[in-house]
């Protein structure tokens, strides 16, 4: 057996679509619900596609269940488990989204809105409580995915709106402040997570490894994208082209950073011995953690 | 009350995997799970090299992590410490595995054999179907230790209600009984020695105690 923590196996890149799927659905329900206090027919145009992104995320945790046909027993600890409290706000979720499409109903949006903000949350606690790995059981995995979510919900907005019609300039502001709490979010958690005695040795060189990506492309491209449109005289083609380009630089930094923490930087916590044993002849000696 | 617990003194195991062996032919457990490993564990640098063998497995934690995140309540705690896993309730999703901080938790989706796709005649008496796609891990052979209710024997003390992988324990290396029993054997190896838990600041509170030294007089 392994000494030295090892990639866990169990967890791999359907979970992270899930962790992708949720943060971008519940983030695009909560901005399409505001947009659609000023025009109800954003509730068709992406409150559908904010639904359709859970329930995606959802068959994606379904696929690797090793025993499919009891999922429904997933909803028996809601006293201590985040993954119960995640199914259970996905199915309010769905079914008062479903009912505010159906009806044309910015408050039922909205509080569809607030039972995906709690799978949101719900979904960073999980990380959070998996006590077996270091890259998520630190606190700041919290806000994190919870910044990753809502930034790719407004930046999933912005593309549509392109496509759309403008949802206003309200919704690139509030793009921009949450890139902005994503990075803060990111720095912090990378900060914490590479500090000596955190997380394996392994964990911090892939955190790292994907920093400047994380920066370059998912955080300082939209916002050079973001002046581009607006600040300079240029056609609305051009405006539209780099909306697009902004939206996806922004989905892609978030994704990056869920698929990296859970697929590819989840090493476990390995083994350690806090002394060496005095064998005859001998003396008792430091202890040992390989690989940290 | 009872909680049981297990004591590995790092200073006898010799590292001979009888154990592990033991609990593999006891448990019936496929290729690539080991409810009871031993670590070799390399320490130091030349020519100041120790190596240590350390037994490794569920620590039975009385805070498990494992519990507190399972969905569905298949892992619970017995009230003598010991955590179960139900195999009827469980789903395999996984959680509990990445909750644990001692790699004990395995699941295994279709059946696995020694030797290809056919089981030896060990192996099909021992398969247990319930076990496919979901979480499984040591027991600390909990049959054994109920039967201690039925026949008045000591677990830990009388190798018939002791777990096997401490039975099997060439060097003594192993011991198994009550934390609660001031005068138990476990009690009393770890009033006499010197010991520590694996991840203490985890705060799962282990059920797994290391000796490494004689306490000083």
Redesign the interface.
């Known amino acids: 057996m392994r000494v030295r923590p090892w990639h866990q196996t169990v967890w791999d890149w359907r979970a992270a679509a899930q962790f992708i799927c949720g943060g971008t659905g519940t983030g695009l329900m909560l901005f399409t619900a505001l947009a659609s206090y000023r025009d109800p027919a954003w509730l068709w145009r992406t409150g559908l596609l904010a639904l359709a992104f859970v329930a995606v995320g959802l068959f994606f945790v379904w696929i690797k269940l090793g025993r499919k046909l009891r999922a429904v027993y997933v909803i028996l600890n809601p006293r201590t488990s985040w993954m119960t409290r995640e199914a259970l706000f996905s199915v309010v979720y769905l079914v008062a989204g479903g009912l505010a499409i159906l009806l044309a109903s910015p408050p039922l949006a909205l509080a569809a809105a607030l039972f995906g903000l709690g799978y949101l949350y719900s979904q960073a606690r999980i990380l959070h409580a998996s006590r077996g790995i270091p890259a998520w059981r630190v606190p700041a995995i919290v806000p994190l995915i919870v910044a990753t979510g809502l930034t790719e919900g407004a930046a999933l907005l912005l593309g549509a709106s392109v496509l759309f019609g403008g949802a206003g300039l309200w919704l690139l502001v509030v793009l921009l402040a949450l890139l902005g709490a994503r990075w803060a979010a990111w720095s912090g958690y990378l900060k914490h997570v590479t500090a000596p005695g955190t997380a394996p040795l392994y964990t911090a060189e892939v955190l790292s490894g994907v920093h400047a990506r994380v920066l370059s492309l998912g955080h300082v491209l939209p916002l050079l994208l973001a002046a581009l449109a607006w600040l300079l005289p240029v056609s609305p083609a051009v405006v539209n082209f780099t909306g697009l380009l902004l939206s996806l630089s922004a989905l892609y930094g978030g994704w990056l950073i869920k698929f990296t923490i859970i697929a590819r930087a989840a090493y476990n916590q390995g083994f350690a011995i806090a002394r060496t044993p005095a064998r005859t002849p001998g003396t008792a000696g430091p202890g040992a953690k390989p690989g940290w | 009350m009872t909680r049981y617990v297990m004591v590995a ?3 006898l195991c010799v590292g001979c995997q009888t154990c592990t062996i033991a609990c593999k032919h006891a448990n019936g457990t496929p290729p690539g799970v ?1 409810w009871r ?5 390399e ?2 640098k030349f020519p100041n090299v ?1 190596r ?1 063998f ?1 037994p ?1 497995g569920c620590q039975h934690c009385a805070k498990p ?1 494992c ?8 892992t619970r705690q017995r009230p003598d410490g010991l955590v179960t896993i139900d195999y009827d ?7 509990c ?7 004990a938790r395995y ?1 295994y ?1 279709r059946p696995r054999y020694a030797y290809g796709d056919t089981p030896i005649e060990s192996e099909a008496v021992q398969f247990d179907p319930a076990r ?3 979480a499984t891990k040591c027991t600390f052979c909990i049959e054994r230790i109920d039967a201690a209710q039925n026949n008045g024997l000591t677990p830990g003390i009388d190798p018939e209600v002791t777990p096997i992988c401490v039975n099997s324990c060439i060097a003594q290396a192993l011991h198994f009984g009550d934390l609660d029993d001031p005068d138990s054997n476990v009690s009393v190896l770890l009033r006499e020695n ?1 010991s ?1 838990r ?3 600041e ?1 705060g ?1 509170e282990p059920g797994f105690y ?5 306490k000083a007089v």
Do not use: S
């Open positions: 003194d790092l200073r080991q490993a031993v670590l070799d564990l320490n130091g120790t240590t350390v490794v992590p519990m507190y995140v399972c969905p569905t309540t298949a309730l469980c789903i395999g999703c996984g959680y595995i990445v909750a644990c901080p001692y790699q699941k989706t496919i796609g979901v010197e520590f694996m991840h203490e985890l799962a290391y000796l490494w030294d004689r």
